[in-house]
């Protein structure tokens, strides 16, 4: 049996995977509100194929519940947040979890680490908490890191597909915990050590990280000169080494904007084109909010509660709103003491902002400029709505006439 430890965004899909093809499985977490709405049969986010994925995995009787299991295997899928200030992992969640679950593992349990953690994370945090506990690694615990690579949008999709990277001391406890991801990964596992494998987790998402910062950087660069960035990353992708990702109004999610924060924080003197792109990323929406205020004034609107914000999530089609451009935007908006934005995203129905509005005509009908923060699928089947409107369109989707870019 496998005890999935944590049930947010990667524990939840990865335990009902699991549970659908053949594995025993248990979830646990201490959110009890949680685990009381996946016992009354209801999940916790919305997700593309996770309400089929929870009903096959409810029929081959997986359970949740608040308390750790005694089982040989734990899975432990819990948030690993970063420092603001020393932009270093903060692992307390993840060596909580550890403590708890050596509270009632039996000897040779392996415990698999899949949260994302920084290089030597597990060296320098759980090692030490299993030995302090008094057990010898490797012999009464066995350490593993499988960190995910799913994307939210795709996750049911991509569990089954991606390829994926287990990471542990010893080559024969490797390759089982290879056999358990193969009971559903249809991709290739590859076995190695775990800073390797923590390593390269931080890694991939660092790369999109500093790609997307480019797009960024181009598009300020092209904004200066007047020139249209969207035409020009056409062109230069069409050569066959280069493709350049897309500019947009800021980096959101708990990844793509923490995770390389977390080699910045660990080599400072080291990864010094990592930090500038970060940098350049968490500058986009205060980049975003001066080219409303730019025109605005062009237009002669100054009354900011006639300027609407068009989605509140980090990206599109899914409802995280976790490090969210549109959030960051407002935050910024407030420190400059001018508050008044109106807000709108079909994904989050409940209020959590001020000025936020539950109906799209509603809220088109309350503004006269329209910023087009996340791209929807709603709002690109929607995009005649928009006609007469001033729209500043941050993803380039809207072919309207007179629209504003970034
Ligand atoms: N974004 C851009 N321009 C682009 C692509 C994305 O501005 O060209 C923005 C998005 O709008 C969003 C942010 O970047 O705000 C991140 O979105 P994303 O779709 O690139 O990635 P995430 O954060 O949803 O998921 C990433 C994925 N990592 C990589 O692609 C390397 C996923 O595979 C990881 O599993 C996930 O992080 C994770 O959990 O670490």
Redesign the pocket.
Known sequence: MVNVIGLG??GLPTALMMASHGVEVIGTDYNEKLVNTLNAGRTTFKEDGLDELFQDALKAGIKFTTTYQVTDTYIVSVPTPYDKFSKKVDACYVVAAVKDVLKVAPKGAVVVIES?VSPGTIEKFVRPEIEAAGYVIGEDIHLVHA???????NMVY?LLH?NRTVGADDKAVGEKIKKLYSSFCQGDIVVTDIKTAEMT?VV??T???V??AF??ELAKICRHDDMDVYEIIKICNMHPRVNI?????????????V?PWFLVGDYPSLAKVIDESMKT?DG?PDFVLNRIYEIMKENGLNDVKRVGLYGLT???N?D?MR???TLQLLESQERHLATGLKVYDPFITSDVVDNQFHSLDEFLDSVDMVVLM??HNEIKENMNKLSGKIVLDC?NICDLPGVYHI
């Open positions: 965004y990667i994302t960190p995910e690579r799913i994307i939210p949008g991509e991606n987790k991939e998402n790369f999109r990280a790609n997307i797009a960024n990702l897309q500019p947009g109004p800021g980096v959101g999610g708990h990844c793509i904007s995770d990323n986009m980090y990206k599109e899914v995280d490090e969210s451009p996340v791209k993803h």
